[in-house]
């Protein structure tokens, strides 16, 4: 099987306009084998070893369709294959799931969709969300709220044009023009017994809330007297996962094991802060009990604690 569009369609498709830190996966398969990006992996790294995971086609559909111990042994190959290896079972030739930023501002809000793609209520991410996929249609773009954009394509070619257009559906529906994208902030990273931390611009949300699975995963919020580095450390020690430490005057700190998770820390932070700004009262946030299931996923675990690529 040629993976070399595979990896040239992640590289056109990394960034944070698309997607942020390690989200997003895409597949090609054939009658025998599918092939996906692996757990914790960027887009824009699946030239690198192990960034690839080949798995049975026949195995990751018997998954998806029920068997558990097909489910098993799905994700004990190596390299991991991404959680959302369920979705990629589906039907079609590439299969690419993104996070583009004009497709959150629509699945973050309960604004109706663009044509061109089917509306999927939000889920849990891996069988879950592939299942409530299959029932929305046999179609070849989905909008999942509160998380991103399936697209499927007979091509690499198509996969990209085909994702790029409907960002710009969403984009053009809610008044968002194409440039109109945050940028990636300097990260002045200072180390610290056990990680790295860097300081992030202020906010205020009180409660914590998240809009999409990455940001309760990657950047969730964890509440200290005073930023201090004692506090930082500690944190770590008791929790080793990515995160933001948050004061209640809106001071924030992200923090992490090594600089490569605190980037994608600020990546998902900035993405976050960009999309409440822009959407305001119109944001939906995931609901606290799903939130919750999320970061309790043993798949979600891996990505968090980083254990493999």
Known sequence: MNVQPLIQLGQQLSGLAWVQGPGGNLSVKDSHTLAVKASGTRLGDLDAPHALARVPFAQAQAALAGDPHAAVALFQHTPRPSLET??????????????????????????????????????????????????????????????????????????????????????????????????????????????????????????????FPDAAVLAAQTSVAQLTIAAAAAKLALDPRPGVLATPSGERWAIARHAAQLRDVVEVVTAHDWLLERLGARAVALPLSMTAAILAMPAERFRQLGTAG
Do not use: F, K
């Open 86 to 211: 369920w979705l990629h079972a589906l039907p079609g030739r590439y299969i690419v799931h993104t996070h583009p930023l004009g497709v959150l501002l629509m699945a973050c809000s309960r604004l109706p969709v663009p044509a061109g793609m089917v509306d999927v209520p939000a889920a849990l991410p891996g069988r879950e969300l592939a299942l409530a996929m299959l029932a929305a249609g046999n179609v070849d773009a989905w909008l999942l709220r509160n998380h991103g954009l399936v697209v499927r394509a007979g091509s690499a070619r198509q996969a990209l044009q085909r994702t790029r257009a409907l960002d710009r559906a969403c984009r053009a529906a809610l008044g968002v023009a194409q440039h109109a994208v945050p940028r990636l902030p300097a990260i002045a990273a200072q180390a610290i017994p056990g990680g790295v931390i860097a300081p992030l611009p202020p906010q205020h949300p009180d409660p914590p809330r998240y809009l």
